[in-house]
């Protein structure tokens, strides 16, 4: 079965961190750019991070910069985002995505085609 899984989410204190993991089974991520998305109730699914096939190169959206940092794990098949100084504001279901590229970071969810369930991130004030 190919899937992408999240975990690491959680309840969290604002000023909190969370490292969020990306795990790859039945579908390669390796040799492809890997991107996270977050979606709120009620609100559009909204960019965050992507990183290139060789970790070499990132994108953050303006919102997360300085504060989240998006990595691949050696073994290829895993991705992490590093979320530090969580805010209330930061609360989102954050989901993985495998793009179609290996290169293409721009935040367009249409350049990604398989994507995790999600994992609920929240922030307490």
């Known amino acids: 079965q190919m899937q992408l899984v999240e975990s690491g989410g959680g309840l969290v204190q604002a000023g909190g961190s969370l490292r969020l993991s990306c795990e790859a089974s039945?579908?390669?991520?390796?040799?492809?750019?890997v991107g996270w998305f977050r979606q709120d109730p009620g609100k559009e699914r909204e960019f965050v991070a992507a990183?290139?096939?060789?970790?070499?190169?990132?994108n953050y959206a303006d919102s997360v910069k300085g504060r989240f940092t998006i990595s691949r794990g050696n073994a290829g098949n895993t991705v992490y985002l590093q979320i530090d100084s969580l805010k209330p504001e930061d609360t989102a279901v954050y989901y993985c995505a495998r793009g179609k590229y290996n290169s293409d970071l721009r935040p367009l969810s249409g350049n990604f085609d398989y994507w995790g369930q999600g994992t609920q991130v929240t922030v307490s004030s």
């Open positions: 039945g579908i390669l991520l390796g040799g492809y750019a």
């Open positions: 990183i290139n096939w060789s970790g070499r190169n990132t």
